[in-house]
């Protein structure tokens, strides 16, 4: 790739979310400056020009930024589609997103990007405006244009949690095996225990509330009732902060959380869950706020699971999530 120059980065994040995102690299003290901005997307002008005689620079961008679902080295504006390409046309792949119907959409990539791959990626947000932009990619980074699976949540699902999930697999490239167990708090009314259910791993739902049907049908009257050959769901049917170890029984790899508590608590439950179930090597906690601005607590909720053990750390807000952030922790 020839040499390339640039002061200025973009990254395209959920309509709505510009706000947050410009605070979060404020706090990064990173020298960027905010530049321009449309829905769905911004640009940061840098103290120091990137140069790019080695495409080991674009590790630079590896900001810790959860608002943005793609954050690219800029090549400037285009008035064509055709024009854009020509600037990213040497990356290993190419791909291409869009605003349209108020979102921030990828359009669907046939190419699966392997870690070190540098991608290209043209962004259309006018009939005369086109951005093009360079990003390596890297392990916990969505491999999807604009960090958009474009995945559909099929009409049996009871909830959007299901989708918040499976966008976080696709995005951080999670794999769940059936040896796996997942405890997840605030289950009803089963989105996430469906999808955990359909993918063969077994789940244990901390809520009061009534599930769906179509969880149900996987239900188990104990933890002592564990059927063989097929995922199973075992329904503890109280308040997460009154279940037990008894309640858990053994073999728990991972918790879960979708919660309508404050980030605070949920995190609270999490470490002592894990107390009970010290074989939890993973984490995954949508966290609910009432303001996107809360994102500047990252840092104790990032301390919080640091404080647990876990060794791999990430926060990301979704394409799925509105007021949301998906906390990853693993150890």
């Not at 993973?282 to 640091?306: E, F, H, N, P």
Request: aromatic fraction near 8%.
């Amino acid at each position: 790739m020839n040499r390339i120059e640039s002061e200025f980065v973009f990254a395209l994040c959920n309509p709505g979310s510009e706000k947050a995102l410009k605070l979060e690299v404020e706090a990064l003290a990173s020298g960027w400056r905010p530049s321009y901005q449309r829905r769905g997307f911004a640009t940061f002008k840098s103290d120091a020009a990137f140069s790019l005689d080695s495409l080991d620079s674009l590790d630079s961008l590896d900001a810790p930024l959860a608002c943005a679902r793609r954050l690219c080295l800029s090549l400037g504006k285009s008035t064509t589609p055709q024009e854009a390409l020509q600037r990213v046309e040497a990356a290993s792949v190419i791909h291409h997103a869009r605003y349209f119907e108020r979102k921030m959409q990828g359009l669907p990539c046939a190419v699966r990007p392997k870690t070190g791959q540098i991608i290209g990626t043209v962004v259309e947000l006018g009939p005369a405006e086109f951005w093009a932009g360079l990003h390596r990619h890297a392990p916990f980074l969505s491999p999807d244009p604009a960090g958009d699976p474009g995945i559909e949540m099929p009409p049996t699902s009871p909830s959007r949690a299901w989708l918040k999930l499976e966008e976080a697999i696709r995005f951080f490239d999670l794999e769940f095996t059936p040896a796996d167990i997942v405890v997840e708090l605030g289950c009803a009314p089963g989105g996430v225990v469906l999808a955990l259910l359909q993918r063969g791993v077994s789940v244990i739902g901390v809520d009061p509330a009534k599930m769906a049907a179509v969880v149900t049908d996987s239900a188990i009257a104990s933890r002592q009732d564990v059927p063989a050959g097929r995922p199973w769901f075992y329904h503890c049917r109280k308040p997460a902060a009154l279940a037990s170890k008894r309640d858990l029984g053994h073999g728990v790899t991972w918790f879960m959380s979708d919660m309508n508590q404050a980030p605070d608590v949920v995190l609270k439950e999490c470490a002592r869950f894990r107390r009970m179930a010290p074989g939890i090597h993973g984490a995954l906690i949508t966290l609910k706020l009432t303001d996107l601005s809360q994102v500047a607590d990252r840092c104790r909720w990032v301390a919080a699971l640091t404080d647990m053990g876990f060794k791999t750390i990430r926060l990301q807000q979704l394409g799925a999530h509105h007021k949301e952030f998906a906390l990853l922790g693993m150890c």
